[in-house]
């Protein structure tokens, strides 16, 4: 490699035509699968559901006292 060589100037490589040309033709494009997204979420382990429903429960309880005080 030259250093006096400017780095991005454009110039062919060495190997070039041992490789085939580029079809862009053949590109296709596939869409994620529909739950992908949602995935990571039905990974959660039985203790971190048991502590979101007790979470639930315990914010539902504290919404009916604070009814009940009014």
Partial sequence: HD???DPNEEHESKGSDETEPFKEDKIV???PPPRHCGARISRQSVEDLAVTQMMRIHTLEARAR???VE
């Fill in 3 to 5: 250093p006096e060589e």
């Fill in 29 to 31: 494009v596939t869409s």
């Fill in 66 to 68: 604070t009814d009940t």
